[in-house]
Protein backbone atom coordinates (compact mmCIF):
# COMPACT_ATOMS: atom_id res chain seq x y z
CA UNK A 1 0.00 0.00 0.00
CA UNK A 2 1.02 3.16 -0.85
CA UNK A 3 0.79 5.50 2.01
CA UNK A 4 1.40 9.37 1.58
CA UNK A 5 1.63 12.00 4.54
CA UNK A 6 1.15 15.76 4.88
CA UNK A 7 1.90 17.92 7.98
CA UNK A 8 -0.50 20.84 8.28
CA UNK A 9 -2.54 23.29 10.25
CA UNK A 10 -5.48 23.10 7.65
CA UNK A 11 -6.27 26.52 9.73
CA UNK A 12 -8.69 26.70 7.98
CA UNK A 13 -8.69 23.66 5.25
CA UNK A 14 -9.48 25.31 1.60
CA UNK A 15 -9.03 24.44 -1.82
CA UNK A 16 -5.59 24.52 -2.16
CA UNK A 17 -5.45 22.00 0.51
CA UNK A 18 -8.11 19.92 -1.48
CA UNK A 19 -6.06 20.36 -4.63
CA UNK A 20 -3.03 19.21 -2.79
CA UNK A 21 -4.79 15.69 -1.82
CA UNK A 22 -6.26 15.62 -5.10
CA UNK A 23 -3.14 15.35 -6.54
CA UNK A 24 -1.79 13.27 -4.40
CA UNK A 25 -4.71 10.75 -5.76
CA UNK A 26 -4.02 11.14 -8.63
CA UNK A 27 -0.26 10.09 -8.36
CA UNK A 28 -1.21 6.68 -7.09
CA UNK A 29 -2.04 7.00 -3.60
CA UNK A 30 -3.61 4.30 -1.73
CA UNK A 31 -4.18 5.98 1.31
CA UNK A 32 -3.46 9.41 2.46
CA UNK A 33 -2.32 10.54 6.15
CA UNK A 34 -1.89 13.80 7.67
CA UNK A 35 -0.43 15.01 11.00
CA UNK A 36 -1.86 18.02 11.93
CA UNK A 37 -1.67 20.59 14.65
CA UNK A 38 -4.21 20.62 17.07
CA UNK A 39 -5.83 23.25 19.14
CA UNK A 40 -2.96 25.79 18.67
CA UNK A 41 -0.88 26.52 15.76
CA UNK A 42 2.96 27.52 15.11
CA UNK A 43 2.28 31.32 14.76
CA UNK A 44 1.75 31.16 18.54
CA UNK A 45 -2.09 31.69 18.24
CA UNK A 46 -5.23 29.58 18.63
CA UNK A 47 -6.53 27.67 15.62
CA UNK A 48 -9.56 29.25 14.68
CA UNK A 49 -11.70 26.39 14.09
CA UNK A 50 -11.36 22.98 16.41
CA UNK A 51 -9.18 20.24 15.52
CA UNK A 52 -11.72 17.50 15.33
CA UNK A 53 -13.98 20.02 12.74
CA UNK A 54 -10.52 20.64 10.24
CA UNK A 55 -10.21 16.63 10.34
CA UNK A 56 -13.33 16.18 9.05
CA UNK A 57 -12.98 18.73 6.71
CA UNK A 58 -9.76 17.26 5.78
CA UNK A 59 -11.36 13.58 5.71
CA UNK A 60 -14.56 14.82 4.12
CA UNK A 61 -12.45 16.33 0.98
CA UNK A 62 -10.17 12.70 0.35
CA UNK A 63 -7.47 12.55 2.88
CA UNK A 64 -7.75 8.86 4.75
CA UNK A 65 -6.25 9.43 8.25
CA UNK A 66 -6.03 12.42 10.11
CA UNK A 67 -3.08 12.38 13.37
CA UNK A 68 -2.68 15.20 15.69
CA UNK A 69 0.84 16.78 16.08
CA UNK A 70 0.97 17.07 20.11
CA UNK A 71 1.19 20.90 20.74
CA UNK A 72 4.96 20.69 22.44
CA UNK A 73 5.81 20.54 18.81
CA UNK A 74 2.80 22.42 16.55
CA UNK A 75 3.76 25.01 18.65
CA UNK A 76 7.76 24.80 18.32
CA UNK A 77 10.02 26.48 15.42
CA UNK A 78 10.03 25.00 12.35
CA UNK A 79 12.62 22.60 13.19
CA UNK A 80 11.17 21.00 15.85
CA UNK A 81 7.33 21.02 13.49
CA UNK A 82 9.19 19.15 11.69
CA UNK A 83 10.92 17.00 13.05
CA UNK A 84 7.43 15.97 15.20
CA UNK A 85 5.68 15.56 12.48
CA UNK A 86 8.40 13.65 10.14
CA UNK A 87 8.47 10.94 13.07
CA UNK A 88 4.89 10.57 13.22
CA UNK A 89 4.36 10.02 9.80
CA UNK A 90 6.61 7.55 9.75
CA UNK A 91 4.82 5.91 12.66
CA UNK A 92 1.48 5.92 10.77
CA UNK A 93 3.25 4.07 8.06
CA UNK A 94 4.26 6.79 5.51
CA UNK A 95 7.02 5.85 3.15
CA UNK A 96 6.58 9.59 1.43
CA UNK A 97 5.72 13.02 2.59
CA UNK A 98 4.09 15.44 0.20
CA UNK A 99 4.90 19.28 0.64
CA UNK A 100 4.17 22.65 -1.57
CA UNK A 101 7.11 24.97 -2.36
CA UNK A 102 7.92 28.13 -3.98
CA UNK A 103 10.57 26.31 -5.80
CA UNK A 104 9.78 22.87 -6.19
CA UNK A 105 13.51 22.03 -6.94
CA UNK A 106 13.82 18.68 -5.03
CA UNK A 107 17.65 18.18 -5.72
CA UNK A 108 18.42 21.67 -4.63
CA UNK A 109 16.13 21.89 -1.68
CA UNK A 110 18.31 18.89 -0.60
CA UNK A 111 21.70 20.18 -1.14
CA UNK A 112 20.76 23.08 0.65
CA UNK A 113 19.12 20.80 3.86
CA UNK A 114 22.27 19.09 4.25
CA UNK A 115 24.51 22.22 4.08
CA UNK A 116 22.46 23.42 7.24
CA UNK A 117 22.50 20.14 8.86
CA UNK A 118 26.39 19.86 8.63
CA UNK A 119 28.00 19.75 11.83
CA UNK A 120 30.63 22.63 11.28
CA UNK A 121 27.78 24.99 9.23
CA UNK A 122 25.97 24.95 12.55
CA UNK A 123 28.78 25.79 14.75
CA UNK A 124 29.48 28.76 12.43
CA UNK A 125 25.93 30.01 12.35
CA UNK A 126 25.86 29.46 16.41
CA UNK A 127 29.20 31.37 17.13
CA UNK A 128 27.81 34.08 14.82
CA UNK A 129 24.67 34.05 16.37
CA UNK A 130 26.27 34.27 20.22
CA UNK A 131 28.17 37.43 18.92
CA UNK A 132 25.26 39.43 18.41
CA UNK A 133 25.08 39.01 14.63
CA UNK A 134 21.36 39.72 13.94
CA UNK A 135 18.46 37.20 14.18
CA UNK A 136 19.08 33.50 13.53
CA UNK A 137 16.83 33.24 10.58
CA UNK A 138 18.84 36.33 8.74
CA UNK A 139 22.09 34.59 9.69
CA UNK A 140 21.23 31.36 8.20
CA UNK A 141 20.46 32.48 4.98
CA UNK A 142 23.82 34.71 4.38
CA UNK A 143 25.91 31.86 5.51
CA UNK A 144 24.21 29.50 3.33
CA UNK A 145 24.68 31.93 0.52
CA UNK A 146 28.39 32.05 0.41
CA UNK A 147 28.20 28.46 0.69
CA UNK A 148 25.64 27.73 -2.19
CA UNK A 149 24.50 30.64 -4.47
CA UNK A 150 20.51 31.08 -4.27
CA UNK A 151 20.14 29.56 -0.65
CA UNK A 152 18.86 32.90 0.36
CA UNK A 153 16.36 33.41 -2.16
CA UNK A 154 15.32 29.75 -1.21
CA UNK A 155 14.69 30.46 2.33
CA UNK A 156 13.12 33.56 1.92
CA UNK A 157 10.36 31.07 1.13
CA UNK A 158 8.30 30.16 3.96
CA UNK A 159 7.00 27.29 2.70
CA UNK A 160 10.92 26.11 0.98
CA UNK A 161 11.85 26.85 4.48
CA UNK A 162 9.58 24.42 5.87
CA UNK A 163 10.40 22.05 3.29
CA UNK A 164 13.90 22.28 3.94
CA UNK A 165 12.76 21.66 7.82
CA UNK A 166 11.14 18.47 6.29
CA UNK A 167 14.25 17.29 4.56
CA UNK A 168 16.54 17.83 7.44
CA UNK A 169 14.56 15.84 9.60
CA UNK A 170 14.62 12.80 7.29
CA UNK A 171 17.93 12.84 7.31
CA UNK A 172 18.55 13.53 11.33
CA UNK A 173 15.69 10.84 11.80
CA UNK A 174 17.66 8.25 9.98
CA UNK A 175 14.28 7.34 7.86
CA UNK A 176 14.22 6.21 4.53
CA UNK A 177 10.99 8.11 3.79
CA UNK A 178 10.96 10.02 -0.14
CA UNK A 179 10.24 13.36 -0.69
CA UNK A 180 7.19 14.76 -3.03
CA UNK A 181 7.88 18.71 -3.49
CA UNK A 182 5.39 20.58 -5.46
CA UNK A 183 4.57 24.01 -6.29
CA UNK A 184 2.41 25.91 -4.57
CA UNK A 185 -0.43 27.06 -6.57
CA UNK A 186 -2.74 30.12 -5.96
CA UNK A 187 -1.51 32.77 -3.71
CA UNK A 188 1.51 33.07 -1.63
CA UNK A 189 1.45 32.11 2.26
CA UNK A 190 0.11 34.99 4.25
CA UNK A 191 -0.90 37.12 1.04
CA UNK A 192 -3.79 39.13 1.37
CA UNK A 193 -6.96 38.02 -0.73
CA UNK A 194 -7.32 38.32 -4.20
CA UNK A 195 -9.64 37.21 -7.26
CA UNK A 196 -8.23 33.58 -7.29
CA UNK A 197 -10.12 30.52 -6.48
CA UNK A 198 -7.12 29.57 -4.12
CA UNK A 199 -6.16 31.94 -0.93
CA UNK A 200 -3.72 32.15 1.67
CA UNK A 201 -5.30 30.55 5.02
CA UNK A 202 -4.20 34.10 6.75
CA UNK A 203 -6.39 35.94 4.24
CA UNK A 204 -8.80 33.39 5.13
CA UNK A 205 -8.76 33.51 8.45
CA UNK A 206 -8.99 37.72 7.87
CA UNK A 207 -12.35 37.54 5.88
CA UNK A 208 -14.09 35.47 8.24
CA UNK A 209 -13.12 37.84 11.38
CA UNK A 210 -14.65 40.99 8.87
CA UNK A 211 -17.59 39.14 6.93
CA UNK A 212 -18.21 35.54 8.52
CA UNK A 213 -18.45 32.16 6.98
CA UNK A 214 -20.25 32.23 4.36
CA UNK A 215 -18.21 35.23 2.63
CA UNK A 216 -15.29 31.66 2.54
CA UNK A 217 -17.55 30.04 -0.10
CA UNK A 218 -15.53 30.97 -3.03
CA UNK A 219 -12.18 29.57 -1.47
CA UNK A 220 -13.35 26.22 -0.35
CA UNK A 221 -14.23 22.93 -1.13
CA UNK A 222 -17.88 22.27 -1.35
CA UNK A 223 -18.08 20.07 1.91
CA UNK A 224 -16.34 22.64 4.17
CA UNK A 225 -18.40 25.48 3.87
CA UNK A 226 -21.28 23.52 5.94
CA UNK A 227 -18.66 22.75 8.94
CA UNK A 228 -17.57 26.35 9.31
CA UNK A 229 -21.08 27.69 9.23
CA UNK A 230 -22.22 25.38 11.78
CA UNK A 231 -19.16 26.14 14.06
CA UNK A 232 -20.08 29.52 13.74
CA UNK A 233 -23.47 29.45 14.33
CA UNK A 234 -22.38 27.71 17.49
CA UNK A 235 -19.96 29.85 18.63
CA UNK A 236 -17.34 27.29 18.16
CA UNK A 237 -14.30 29.73 16.82
CA UNK A 238 -11.27 31.40 18.68
CA UNK A 239 -12.12 34.39 20.23
CA UNK A 240 -8.65 36.38 20.19
CA UNK A 241 -10.10 39.30 22.46
CA UNK A 242 -10.30 36.01 24.71
CA UNK A 243 -7.50 34.33 24.56
CA UNK A 244 -5.83 37.89 25.27
CA UNK A 245 -7.57 37.87 28.26
CA UNK A 246 -6.81 34.38 28.94
CA UNK A 247 -3.09 34.32 28.13
CA UNK A 248 -2.07 37.78 30.22
CA UNK A 249 -4.05 36.41 33.57
CA UNK A 250 -1.88 33.16 33.14
CA UNK A 251 1.42 34.95 32.57
CA UNK A 252 0.73 38.04 35.34
CA UNK A 253 0.28 34.92 37.98
CA UNK A 254 3.22 33.07 37.29
CA UNK A 255 6.08 32.42 38.87
CA UNK A 256 8.83 34.80 36.73
CA UNK A 257 11.49 32.66 37.81
CA UNK A 258 9.68 29.28 35.73
CA UNK A 259 10.10 31.32 32.48
CA UNK A 260 13.63 30.41 32.28
CA UNK A 261 12.59 26.74 31.64
CA UNK A 262 10.56 27.61 28.46
CA UNK A 263 11.54 26.22 25.24
CA UNK A 264 14.01 28.82 23.76
CA UNK A 265 14.38 31.23 26.41
CA UNK A 266 17.25 30.28 28.42
CA UNK A 267 20.15 31.87 28.55
CA UNK A 268 19.28 34.84 26.67
CA UNK A 269 17.15 36.97 28.89
CA UNK A 270 14.05 36.12 27.21
CA UNK A 271 12.78 34.59 30.36
CA UNK A 272 13.05 38.35 32.18
CA UNK A 273 11.65 40.48 29.08
CA UNK A 274 8.87 38.30 29.05
CA UNK A 275 7.86 38.65 32.57
CA UNK A 276 8.54 42.82 32.43
CA UNK A 277 6.42 42.53 28.94
CA UNK A 278 3.66 40.73 30.56
CA UNK A 279 3.64 42.95 34.05
CA UNK A 280 2.71 45.67 31.87
CA UNK A 281 0.76 44.75 28.82
CA UNK A 282 -3.04 45.45 28.66
CA UNK A 283 -3.27 42.99 25.04
CA UNK A 284 -1.51 40.54 23.10
CA UNK A 285 -0.89 43.19 20.61
CA UNK A 286 1.21 45.31 23.36
CA UNK A 287 2.55 42.26 24.66
CA UNK A 288 4.10 40.89 21.06
CA UNK A 289 5.10 45.20 20.45
CA UNK A 290 6.89 45.30 24.21
CA UNK A 291 8.36 42.17 23.12
CA UNK A 292 10.15 43.28 20.13
CA UNK A 293 13.66 42.84 19.03
CA UNK A 294 16.07 43.12 16.21
CA UNK A 295 17.61 39.64 17.04
CA UNK A 296 14.43 37.83 17.17
CA UNK A 297 11.56 37.05 15.21
CA UNK A 298 7.82 38.21 15.94
CA UNK A 299 7.17 34.50 15.77
CA UNK A 300 9.42 33.38 17.85
CA UNK A 301 8.48 35.63 20.45
CA UNK A 302 4.81 34.63 20.40
CA UNK A 303 5.66 30.96 20.75
CA UNK A 304 7.64 32.32 23.61
CA UNK A 305 4.32 33.87 25.31
CA UNK A 306 2.42 30.52 24.22
CA UNK A 307 4.68 28.34 25.63
CA UNK A 308 3.92 30.24 28.97
CA UNK A 309 0.57 30.20 28.28
CA UNK A 310 0.26 26.64 27.92
CA UNK A 311 2.94 25.16 30.30
CA UNK A 312 5.82 23.57 27.72
CA UNK A 313 9.02 23.58 29.33
CA UNK A 314 12.63 22.90 27.67
CA UNK A 315 13.13 19.18 29.18
CA UNK A 316 10.16 17.89 26.77
CA UNK A 317 11.06 14.61 25.23
CA UNK A 318 12.68 15.29 21.83
CA UNK A 319 9.88 13.26 19.50
CA UNK A 320 6.31 13.02 20.53
CA UNK A 321 6.06 10.04 22.55
CA UNK A 322 2.29 8.79 21.23
CA UNK A 323 0.34 8.69 17.91
CA UNK A 324 -3.06 10.11 18.33
CA UNK A 325 -5.74 9.80 16.04
CA UNK A 326 -8.31 12.43 15.62
CA UNK A 327 -10.29 10.50 12.72
CA UNK A 328 -9.99 7.82 9.32
CA UNK A 329 -11.56 5.48 7.45
CA UNK A 330 -10.84 1.92 6.35
CA UNK A 331 -7.19 2.65 4.12
CA UNK A 332 -6.34 5.09 6.37
CA UNK A 333 -6.56 2.91 9.63
CA UNK A 334 -5.14 -0.20 7.72
CA UNK A 335 -1.48 -1.19 8.76
CA UNK A 336 -0.55 2.08 11.08
CA UNK A 337 2.94 0.48 12.43
CA UNK A 338 3.30 2.79 15.63
CA UNK A 339 7.32 2.72 15.37
CA UNK A 340 9.68 4.92 13.79
CA UNK A 341 13.24 5.73 14.10
CA UNK A 342 13.76 2.79 16.06
CA UNK A 343 11.13 4.22 18.54
CA UNK A 344 7.89 2.03 19.34
CA UNK A 345 4.82 4.31 20.32
CA UNK A 346 1.45 3.65 20.98
CA UNK A 347 -1.19 4.47 19.33
CA UNK A 348 -4.73 5.89 20.68
CA UNK A 349 -7.77 7.83 19.46
CA UNK A 350 -8.50 8.31 23.30
CA UNK A 351 -6.68 11.16 24.69
CA UNK A 352 -7.82 9.96 28.12
CA UNK A 353 -6.43 6.37 27.64
CA UNK A 354 -3.21 8.53 26.96
CA UNK A 355 -3.40 10.30 30.15
CA UNK A 356 -2.81 6.89 31.79
CA UNK A 357 0.24 5.86 30.42
CA UNK A 358 2.38 7.02 32.77
CA UNK A 359 6.32 8.80 31.84
CA UNK A 360 6.84 11.14 28.75
CA UNK A 361 3.15 10.15 27.08
CA UNK A 362 1.32 10.86 30.23
CA UNK A 363 2.89 14.10 30.57
CA UNK A 364 2.50 15.38 27.25
CA UNK A 365 -1.23 14.10 26.63
CA UNK A 366 -1.89 15.87 29.97
CA UNK A 367 -0.34 18.74 28.15
CA UNK A 368 -2.76 18.31 25.70
CA UNK A 369 -5.61 18.20 27.26
CA UNK A 370 -4.76 21.91 28.88
CA UNK A 371 -4.16 23.46 25.89
CA UNK A 372 -7.55 22.03 24.72
CA UNK A 373 -9.40 23.12 27.92
CA UNK A 374 -7.91 26.80 27.37
CA UNK A 375 -8.72 26.66 23.73
CA UNK A 376 -12.54 25.90 24.64
CA UNK A 377 -12.21 28.50 27.13
CA UNK A 378 -11.53 31.04 24.69
CA UNK A 379 -14.67 30.61 21.70
CA UNK A 380 -17.32 32.87 21.13
CA UNK A 381 -19.17 30.26 23.18
CA UNK A 382 -17.46 28.77 25.77
CA UNK A 383 -16.91 24.90 26.40
CA UNK A 384 -16.33 23.14 29.34
CA UNK A 385 -12.57 21.81 29.73
CA UNK A 386 -13.94 18.53 29.30
CA UNK A 387 -14.68 18.74 25.48
CA UNK A 388 -11.31 17.97 24.73
CA UNK A 389 -11.99 14.60 25.90
CA UNK A 390 -15.50 14.28 24.62
CA UNK A 391 -14.86 14.47 21.11
CA UNK A 392 -15.35 11.67 19.18
CA UNK A 393 -13.41 10.10 16.76
CA UNK A 394 -14.35 10.70 13.59
CA UNK A 395 -15.08 6.84 11.63
CA UNK A 396 -16.23 7.21 7.75
Known amino acids: MRRIGIIAEYNPFHSGHAAQIALLRQMGADSIAVVMSGSYVQRGSPALFSKFLRARAALAAGADLVAELPVPWA ?33 RLWQLARLLEDPAFDAALTARHTAGGGSLAALRARLAEQELPGAAALLAGPNNALGIAYLRAIDRLGLKMRAIAIPRVGAAHD ?18 YEQGAAAL ?6 SALPLYLAAEQEGAVADFDAFSLSLLTLLRAADPADFTA ?15 AAARAGSTKQLY ?3 KSKRYTHARLRRLALAAYLGLREDLPRLPPYLRLLGGNDAGLREIPGRAAGAEIPVSQSLAKLCRLGGEAERVARLEARAGALWNLCLRAPRAASAEFTEKFIRL
Open 191 to 208: APLTDGKIASASALRALF
Open 289 to 291: DLL
Open 262 to 276: LPGAGGEGLDRLLAK
Open 217 to 222: APYLPE
Open 75 to 107: AAEADRFAEGGVFLLAAAGCEEICFGAEQADLD
